[in-house]
């Protein structure tokens, strides 16, 4: 019988234990491509909990997407069983925050019942905020257009920034601060909270309220952070604030901290993400342990050798790190030259029809990978040609659909009333005949009494008696009482949510209208609500039972200021008695993590067995025996179209070579590079040729021979 360490560490490589079995303390582990920290991050988490005696209530695991997170805690829950894992906190950096801010709603300015807006409901906002302020939807300044995207985006980099309306700089957009300060006091006036707000509005809460500040710390004793390269300045502020380490009450001691990324990976430098956090790190959390993973259990010799000879190229390095692999395939990395876009396409179909046909590949092992979203059209094109299945990564999330869109925003309306965004969305869905005057005249109500549209939706129909508006108020009333009512099983809920869906109309309306669809059956509207209803009954409500979303349950009466170490039992912040959870707890969780669902985590066709196309961006953290990188070539990698715009030329060609390595890093066997000597524009056509990143691969693995296709 293995002991439990000797279980855990079991197939690790040394470098692996090292970081898996150090002793509790900082530890920066930088983890090339295809290196197992997954399993890194796994096994720590388990050997933190069963060799060293960490509850696992005390830890808090943050990844970058939900499904990351699902797997740690799959994974974890195959190593030591569920109930030891049973309370871990293994969230994205949203989704924590959520939990941080509805458990301290009064704290934070909150209610427990606020609505996380996506930014389609953020976009909407922006628009009506800008026609209060008489500003054009499109305004031109120096001859560049801006719209309420614009607006919108540079919102949300000024509170990436941890920066609030009053905190005025210059701005080349008009009357900016003015949308800023009216966006946020429409959000704050209706309990809505957008993605940036989640995190800074946590920091603030953390910084400015020290009981709060108190029971964070005591709540964490290991934090591990992966993918850090992707982190933000401000989510990195949120890591010093909520691991201790910002030092804003001396004396105490901060959780230890584990972060695992790789700076040669960071490729979102354009959303935010600072891989100069890797170094603060260092020198902010000092002492660090630093570990380096190289041993590489993905790619061949060929496809490692080109991606290091093509990363030593960048400047800035964390610590030099050269990936290494035991697998003995000699096969050579494929550089293809086509003589325009059109017939570069046309060669990786027909590439891909042979690998198939002649080699039997699987086609879901294959992909193609891209710069820009526009390159897929012919690619599209001559796969058709050629008869071959394929799937795009980056189309709509289910999420964004309209009839998902607005069944949510009647369950997101009957938990908070005060959602003016859900209540223009549908109080006409489906059709009551409530007009535009009729709405005009609700939203002028509400401007000049500063209450909700539902409320001024009630003075109104008072008034005027308006049946249409009376009705959609009471179901709209009636549903909001039944959300306090406790459940007795999930069935209840399922019941509850029928009863909206049909009550509400748009049970009938949605039926109607995929009839009416030309019979698509991929798209079924009405089957997607019920896909939406058994997502939610069927959904792990862990943080109800066990993991500890209500801190409150456990917070004194006289105030979570009268924690201390000393008093804080196993069952802090556990919440472990469900009973008492009403249908409003279990919808508020799935709202928000439906909300929180971040664009990577998107779906794909129903054809399973089909070729993957996506962009470069997209194909982080996945891999494939097959990888076609099309458009290896000038102007597209790198990509001049922004370089103009980047006031530092340097860090714009490190960022592109980073992405180029992320994209060859994703296969295992077969790389091919293709590139095009012609590109075709709306202006005409102009010579690229080969990428000058061509030049910085491994010569001596490359060839254009493709006569392995024809067996």
């Known amino acids: 019988m293995k002991n439990s360490e000797q279980r855990i560490i079991d197939g690790l490589n040394e470098e692996q234990k090292d970081a898996v079995t150090a002793p509790r303390q900082n530890i920066l582990v930088l983890a090339g491509a295809g290196t197992g920290k997954t399993r890194v991050l796994v096994s720590r988490i388990a050997y933190l909990i069963e060799h060293c005696g960490v509850d696992s209530n005390r830890i808090l695991a943050v990844t970058f997407t939900n499904k990351a997170a699902r797997e740690m805690r799959e994974r974890l829950i195959g190593i030591l069983g569920e109930y030891s894992v049973r309370r871990l906190w293994a969230y994205t950096f949203h989704t924590a925050s959520s939990h941080i801010l509805r458990n301290f709603a009064d704290e934070a300015g909150l209610t427990r019942n606020f609505t996380i807006i996506d930014t389609a409901d953020q976009l909407a906002l922006v628009k009506r905020v800008m026609q209060d302020l008489n500003l054009p939807s499109d305004i031109c300044v120096n001859g560049i257009r801006y719209n309420a995207r614009n607006y919108l985006q540079e919102i949300m980099d000024e509170k990436s920034r941890g920066h609030r309306p009053g905190m ?36 603030e809460l953390i910084e400015n309220k020290p009981q709060v500040r108190k029971y964070i710390r005591l709540k964490f004793q290991e934090i591990l952070v992966d993918e850090f390269q992707d982190t933000s300045s401000l989510q990195y502020r949120w890591l010093k604030l909520v691991s201790g380490a910002e030092n804003l009450d001396p004396g105490r001691y901060p959780a230890n901290v584990l972060i695992v990324g790789d700076d040669d990976q960071s490729i979102y430098g354009w959303r935010g993400a600072a891989v100069e956090n890797m170094f603060y790190f260092q020198k902010e959390f000092a002492p660090v342990k630093l570990v380096k993973l190289v041993q590489n259990y993905r790619s061949t010799k060929a496809i490692l050798s080109n991606a290091n000879s093509l990363i030593k190229n960048n400047c800035k390095h964390v610590a030099e790190k050269t990936l290494v692999t035991s697998n003995t395939d000699a096969t050579t990395v494929k550089l293809m030259s086509s003589y325009d876009s059109s017939e570069e396409a ?79 969305r549908i109080v006409n869905v489906p059709s009551r005949k409530i007009g535009k005057v009729t709405l005009g005249k609700i939203e002028a109500l509400r401007h000049e009494f500063g209450i909700s549209m539902f409320k001024a939706a009630e003075m109104y129909a008072q008034k005027n008696k308006s049946r249409a508006l009376q009705n959609f108020i009471e179901l709209i009333r009636g549903f909001s ?12 809920i399922v019941c509850f949510l029928e009863h909206v869906i049909e009550d509400s109309g748009l049970g009938a309306y949605y039926r109607e209208k995929s009839a009416m669809e030309d019979g698509d059956s991929s798209n079924d509207r009405f089957e997607n609500i019920e896909e939406l209803i058994s997502d939610i009954s069927g959904r792990d409500y862990d943080e109800l039972s066990e993991q500890g979303a209500d801190f409150a349950d456990d917070v004194p009466e006289k105030g979570i200021g009268d924690l201390n170490p000393e008093n804080t039992g196993d069952n802090m912040m556990s919440g472990d008695n469900n009973s008492e959870h009403t249908i409003n707890d279990f919808l508020q969780i799935y709202l928000s993590s439906a909300a929180l669902m971040p664009s990577s985590e998107l779906l794909k066709s129903e054809e399973s067995s089909a070729v993957n196309l996506m962009t470069i961006h997209c194909s982080k953290g996945l891999e494939f025996g097959t990888v076609f990188i099309a458009g290896f070539e000038k102007g597209l990698l790198p990509l001049e179209r922004y370089s103009s715009m980047k006031t530092d030329q340097n860090a714009h060609i490190e960022e592109e070579r980073r992405l180029a390595y992320v994209a060859i890093t994703r296969a295992r066997e077969l790389l091919f590079l293709s590139c095009a000597e012609m590109h075709s524009s709306y202006d005409g056509q102009y010579r690229t040729g080969p990428s000058r990143f061509t030049y910085e691969l491994d010569m001596d693995t490359i060839d254009t021979d493709m006569d392995f296709l024809d067996v």
């Open 168 to 203: 005025e700089e210059n701005c080349i957009l008009p009357c900016f601060y003015d949308v800023y300060a009216l966006y946020q006091a429409r959000c704050d006036k209706s309990d809505q909270v957008d993605f940036e707000e989640l995190i800074l509005r946590t920091c």
């Open 481 to 492: 009482a039944k959300v306090a009512e406790i459940p007795k099983d999930m069935n209840d």
């Open 346 to 424: 046309e060669d990786i179909a027909r590439t891909i029809r042979k690998l198939i046909d002649n080699l039997k590949r699987d086609p879901s092992d294959i992909a193609v990978l891209y710069r820009t979203n526009a390159q897929s059209r012919m690619i599209e094109k001559a796969l058709v040609e050629q008869g071959i299945d394929y799937n795009i990564y980056g189309g709509a999330r289910f999420f964004d659909r309209e009839e998902i869109k607005n069944a949510l925003a009647y369950l997101r309306l009957i938990v908070n009333p005060e959602d003016n965004i859900s209540f223009s």
